[in-house]
């Protein structure tokens, strides 16, 4: 009898546990998220000492790994090109600007994505919720066609929170389809994604790459979110009322930044929504959920903050190419601690495809380095080099920015060595007091400066002149050559 009563209490629990609960069994591969925000600052999270109100974030950051030195590009599309392949941008001619609306310009079909290569280990589906920004004027640059299984969002950056629209025409997306829902976008973005974790869970391992516009420009927030921050509609809004191409034709607060701190709380809060999710369906435990920024603060909005970072968005300074990160992987990671490794957004891919168990590898060499040693503690660190781009390198204590003038918006006189471990606010020029490390530097950097590519992304405004958008911004040309 006793017997039977400890049978009947485990297969109560078998059942109350459900598939999800039971899919967390040894060996399985892990579900992953990565949740990328848009010019966010290292200051705009609590955990950085910042004001704006994120404690989602800073509990994730209690919980998982928070990644202290987390590199990016200087700008967006190179940051998400990278992401997604393993490799520097540079290699396909995206290094310096953005794909804008006006642009022909995709990411080489020859580059092989990475919900591509899980596909290849069992993740049957693989979805791109958010903006994509790689390429939209040729069907073969569609998230569908590069490894996708479902695409819900955005083609261009910088659209409309409220109407979805950029350049006139909504640009608002499921798969192939115009998607004429309504909603603040970063709202619908988190309904997409808690509506997928709901379906893929119990069908094979799922890849979801959440790439929320928040809180890029235009600043626009919700009314329920600005009161946090004291806003009061008989107040004037900031800006002018006819201003509508930069600033959205509602959303706007008081002050600037008001409405950007509401629209960082509202984010935080719909990333909440989907760790929630996670938990209730008892599959957060082997679900590696990722968050990062996808480059630094964009200088002309007030109220972001690169905190102690100098520089922000368009430059390699730390400011610019230094975000908060964060990892957590309960079955697979020791959480609740600082890791201070050297790594960033070309080693997702690899790091990505070794804990799914990605035997094959893609066919263009990878740039990045898988960080799964450090993070599951058989490493204590890896020694290597990480290229910033536009004349900048760093490795795991030393920094050099060139004076060679690759990025205009680095002004300076003479090559800049720093020594970034014990100075984060590159104040202090040590490059004539370690010439033999300035030497190493320098020759590793020419390196990489040099590389060619075949395609270049064109200036940011060549083409704008004269440009009327698609309808609906559906793509229907498909070329077959690159």
Request: hydrophobic share 35%; charged share 25%.
């Amino acid at each position: 009898m006793k017997y039977l009563n400890k049978l009947v209490l485990l297969l109560a629990l078998c059942i109350w546990q459900g598939p999800g609960a039971q899919a967390q069994t040894k060996g399985k591969k892990p579900n992953i998220i990565i949740i990328l925000a848009d010019d966010m600052g290292w200051g705009d999270v609590g955990y950085h000492g910042g004001s704006i109100k994120t404690p989602v974030l800073d509990q994730l950051a209690k919980d998982g790994v928070e990644l202290n030195r987390f590199y990016v590009a200087a700008v967006c599309s190179p940051t998400r090109a990278g992401l997604l392949t393993g490799r520097y941008p540079d290699r396909f001619g995206l290094r310096t600007t953005v794909i804008p609306p006006w642009s022909s310009f995709g990411v080489d079909t020859k580059e092989v994505f990475l919900p591509e290569m899980l596909a290849k280990a069992g993740y049957k589906n693989r979805a791109v919720l958010g903006k994509w920004h790689l390429g939209h004027a040729d069907l073969k640059y569609h998230p569908l066609n590069r490894g996708f299984t479902h695409f819900y969002g955005h083609l261009n950056g910088a659209i409309d929170y409220f109407t979805h629209e950029r350049e006139g025409e909504l640009d608002w997306h499921n798969d192939f389809k115009p998607s004429r829902d309504k909603g603040y976008s970063t709202d619908l973005l988190t309904d997409e994604a808690v509506r997928n974790i709901k379906s893929y869970n119990g069908q094979s391992p799922f890849f979801i790459y959440l790439a929320y516009n928040a809180p890029h420009g235009p600043l626009q927030a919700k009314e329920e979110d600005m009161k946090e921050y004291g806003y009061d509609p008989a107040k004037p809004s900031f800006g002018k009322k006819n201003n509508d191409e930069k600033e959205g034709k509602v959303g706007r607060g008081n002050t600037p930044e008001m409405t950007y701190a509401a629209m960082v709380t509202n984010m935080d809060r719909n990333i909440g929504r989907i760790l929630q999710t996670l938990k209730d369906l008892k599959i957060d435990d082997n679900t590696i959920v990722l968050f990062h920024s996808d480059n630094g603060p964009a200088p002309e909005i007030k109220g972001s903050s690169s905190g102690k970072l100098r520089g922000a968005k368009f430059t390699e300074w730390e400011g610019g190419v230094r975000v908060p990160a964060i990892i957590r992987w309960p079955a697979g990671f020791k959480g609740g601690s600082v890791n201070n490794q050297l790594m960033g957004y070309i080693d997702i891919m690899p790091t990505l495809l070794e804990v799914a168990g990605v035997a094959e590898k893609p066919k263009n060499p990878l740039d990045g380095i898988s960080m799964a040693p450090v993070l599951t503690g058989k490493q204590k660190e890896i020694q290597r080099s990480f290229y910033l781009g536009s004349g900048t390198i760093l490795n795991n204590t030393w920094k050099l920015v060139s004076a060679k003038g690759l990025n205009p918006r680095i002004k300076l006189d003479e090559d800049h060595l720093f020594q970034i471990v014990k100075d984060p606010s590159e104040k202090n020029n040590v490059a004539q007091a370690n010439p033999a490390i300035y030497a190493d530097l320098k020759k590793q950097l020419d390196v990489f400066d040099n590389i060619k590519s075949p395609f270049e992304v064109p200036p940011y405004g060549e083409g704008r002149k004269g440009f009327v958008a698609p309808k609906d911004w559906q793509i229907t040309q498909h070329t077959g050559k690159k």
